[in-house]
């Protein structure tokens, strides 16, 4: 365990048990089952004690609901949910393993280690997309489930396969410790706009499939620039694993992303329509494609200018 953990489990155990009253049963169980301070010392029964009221809880909800409408799909939905909840438990009945191999508490920040974290993330992933088509399913929209679901794919292969670059180590610079790759930052921000774009793929289908198409192909391009920002690191002039490199990473994939959706959906940002090319839908398309090059260039410069400060 990290000293920085250590001090912190140390600040727990010494002030906030004092105004919880730490000498009671409650708080010492409190503390280790539920925010989990000392996780080596907890045993099989112990750790499965923690994992099986929540998870016969929900089962046995599905399992009345199953016998009240006698849908077999209920039946699938557990299993989903079951899936879930193996991804969910796995670092909690593995710790001395994953431990050991990516390291559970960061030597350098409180917290976890960001392979660990990446790790994590990946766990839970299989068993919601489970979740989603099998409630498309049941909501007789197996469409929309497979395209909400097709936005995880890359963030579960990056996080899961990128530990290389999703890892504590991005986060040392000489003597400093910065951001680095923070596999939650880039994990959500990637599955966000991938629901989102795919989203409007879907409701663009049956209006004008060829569109629908471009902005599922141009989504997944932006997705992918999400999950490899070393490379993209290494052609930029400003630090990505930097707090204000990243918010100028972001900010310039997400301008670039709604500039060009705005142009292939003809302004319509929620659903998307057909390419307005009258005189008005010109104007509108290069005031706002020119407000969006102004604003990067003007972060950029500002950006730039603190990097250099």
Known sequence: MSEICKVYLLYINTYVWHYMDGDSKFSRFFFRYFILTDIESLSVKEKIGIIAPLTIFVT????????????????LLLFGVLVFYLGLFYPLMFYSKINEKYGFYSDIRFGSTYQFISKSLAYLIPGLVFIILIVGFILDNLTKGFFISFAFLLPFIALFFRTDVFNDNSSIEGEEVILGYHPSCYGLLNLGLGIYGYLAAYNLMNSDSILAIVLFVLTFIFQLLFVFPDQLNKVLFFEIRRKEGFLAYVC????????????ITGGNISSGIPVDLSFEGIVRKVFVWGSGIIFAILFLRLIKKMNND
């Open 252 to 263: 310039i994939l997400v301008v670039c992303y709604v500039v060009l959706r705005f142009i």
């Open 60 to 75: 046995l909800i599905l399992l009345w609901m199953y016998v009240d409408s006698h849908d077999w799909r209920v039946l």
